[in-house]
């Protein structure tokens, strides 16, 4: 079960949950103290990540079929990647919106991709094994990262948590 490419991919999907819930914690701080928003727009930027994670999956799935779930994977996480680079750019709220936009369709393109993924790496036997592990990788972020992304911001501020 624990070959490179299956180690890799857990290592990578914890990394790219990590980045994403490090932002948790302090995002809606962000918004409110930095860009002024209200308790309900908060909640939209927040929300709005869901959504657009949320409705590309069916189609990117049909891809994963047809052609593989490497090239998603190195979508998802160059995606990724981009949009955890524009939060330094996302000075006001729309800026914001948009770059969570991106953010949940990097999140759709990697994470509908890595569950493929691990799961044909996985010998048959093994498979729900390998699920079982995979799916530590975010449950392991989710317990960590939120604290993590408070202290980097009350230690060295914002940016450095979006860098």
Excluded at 11 to 16: D, E
Excluded at 24 to 29: A, D, E, F, N, Q
Excluded at 40 to 52: D, E, H, P, Q, R
Aim: aromatic share 12%.
């Amino acid at each position: 079960l624990l070959t490179r490419d299956f180690v890799l991919t857990c290592l990578g999907g914890f990394l790219l949950f990590s980045s994403f819930q490090i932002l948790l914690g302090m995002l809606p701080l962000y918004l409110k103290e930095d860009l002024g928003g209200s308790d309900s727009t908060v909640g939209l930027i927040i929300g709005v990540f869901a959504f657009a994670a949320l409705f590309p999956r069916p189609f990117i799935g049909r891809e994963i079929d047809r052609s593989g779930s490497k090239r998603f994977l190195i979508a998802g996480s160059i995606i990724f990647i981009a949009a955890s680079t524009l939060y330094l750019l996302a000075d006001s709220i729309p800026i914001l919106l948009s770059v969570r936009v991106l953010h949940g369709i990097g999140m759709a393109c990697f994470h509908t991709a890595a569950f493929t993924f691990i799961a044909a790496l996985a010998p048959d036997d093994r498979r729900g094994e390998a699920m079982g592990v995979w799916g530590l990788m975010s449950t392991f972020s989710t317990a960590i990262a939120p604290y993590l992304g408070l202290q980097i911001r009350d230690g060295a501020g914002n940016n450095a948590v979006f860098l």
